[in-house]
């Protein structure tokens, strides 16, 4: 699985959880999710099977917590070829500034991104979302993606 196949499969499965109003560019929390999972499928990939990854796998992976996720991704994204799939990781472990004195601006926290899981929360996406991730996998399932 190539990082771009894995990447438009994250799509499909946090789209079945994300509402079509916040699948943007510009949203935090569909970069997160969406990110968490194309990370876990190309880990996946390369770990055991180069062919589609089955979302039982990417489930219980995610299940297991961002520790775990970190785990399996780390190694992956090190040795990672792709740019974008090095790109993703970077910024999926990236940690937040805290909010300015002044007036509260999320927008600026997050680098003109909303975001409304964890607003305000300094931590890494791939901490915060991972329950979000494994909730899209679920719905996935259940609508037979």
């Known amino acids: 699985m190539t990082w771009n196949q894995a990447a438009e499969r994250a799509g499909q499965i946090a789209a079945a959880d994300v509402p079509p109003a916040l699948r ?32 039982r796998d990417v489930l219980e992976v995610l299940e297991r917590g961002p520790a775990h996720v970190r785990r399996i991704v780390e190694p992956v994204a090190r040795a990672a070829t792709e740019s974008a799939a090095a790109d993703t990781w970077r910024w999926l472990t990236r940690t937040w500034p805290r909010p300015s004195a002044g007036p ?42």
């Open 24 to 55: 943007s560019a510009d949203h935090w929390d569909w970069v997160a999710i969406r990110g968490v999972l194309a990370v876990v499928l190309q880990a996946l990939a390369v770990q055991t099977a180069p062919g589609d990854v089955p979302l």
């Open 104 to 145: 509260h601006d999320l927008r600026a926290q997050y680098g003109g991104m909303s975001r409304g899981i964890g607003a305000g929360h300094t931590g890494a996406a791939v901490d915060t979302v991972t329950p979000w991730a494994a909730r899209a996998v679920e719905r996935a399932m259940e609508q037979g993606l």
